[in-house]
């Protein structure tokens, strides 16, 4: 299934809704997971309630169809921003309950609320530099899935992802990198093939490391065993800054 499959080829150009829920839980993931850990209290509610464009997405088909569908608005301009009202704001105060978790790169151009046309409490965000992976983030996308039962991970990587093409050119030995930016290009360097020119290189680079990040999370045996049962995917995209579109990477 593409991440923007044929159904949505209509590109909800009229701005026809599609499925969100209007109930989340917490201002944020990280308030939430913080006051968790802290209370021992689960941040979830009783259960997800509709809202004006029907019941938050409960599998990971219908999570999917709903990031297709606000990926569709936000490249035809015919976005919502939608849950972000002082009724939805009052009532996330009790709880979260979001639909997705993107892992995604720091890009200050690759907002996933707004590529997925998504509002507060609809998307758990984790973000770090060209998608690493360490503990922080492993540890936040299982607190996702494991404690908000959340259906759906994407990794989400970007073109012209600045901390690939650094990792490409450390790989070349064009670059000498400081600090902790070493840590990033070791991390990202296995997704890099060497046989390709350099801009195709870097590319290629992009989505090889979605899949191999990716890979890495749907081994993770808190996550594997929901991926066995159904209950969740882990899938890979790229978002096309020249298109606004995001392209599901098998």
């Not at 159904?7 to 499925?19: K, Y």
């Not at 050119?169 to 390709?196: F, K, M, N, T, W």
Request: hydrophobic share 40%; aromatic share 4%.
């Amino acid at each position: 299934m593409s991440l923007l499959a044929e159904r949505h080829r209509a590109d909800r150009a009229d701005g026809t809704p599609g499925r969100r829920g209007l109930v989340r839980g917490a201002l944020t993931a990280g308030v939430a997971l913080c006051a968790g850990l802290a209370s021992g209290a689960g941040s979830v509610p009783d259960g997800p309630r509709s809202g004006p464009y029907g019941p938050r997405p409960s599998t990971p088909a219908a999570a999917l169809r709903e990031l297709s569908a606000g990926n569709a608005r936000w490249r035809t301009f015919h976005e919502r921003h939608p849950d972000a009202t002082r009724t939805v704001r009052q009532e996330l105060v009790g709880g979260q309950h979001p639909f997705a978790v993107i892992l995604g790169c720091v890009d200050s151009r690759v907002p996933p609320e707004l590529v997925f046309d998504q509002g507060l409490g609809d998307l758990m965000t984790v973000r770090s530099a060209g998608e690493v992976l360490d503990e922080a983030v492993l540890g936040s996308i299982a607190f996702g899935v494991v404690e908000l039962e959340i259906p759906l991970v994407v990794v989400l990587g970007h073109q012209s992802c600045g901390a690939v093409t650094a990792a490409v050119r450390a790989a070349e030995g064009l670059d000498r990198l400081p600090g902790h930016l070493r840590y990033l290009a070791q991390q990202i360097r296995p997704a890099v093939d060497r046989s390709l020119r350099r801009d195709a290189r870097v590319d290629a680079a992009v989505t090889e490391n979605v899949r191999l990040v990716r890979s890495r999370l749907a081994a993770e045996p808190d996550l594997a065993a929901r991926i066995a049962a159904g209950k969740l995917a882990v899938i890979g995209a790229r978002y096309e800054l020249t298109s606004q579109r995001v392209r599901r990477i098998r």
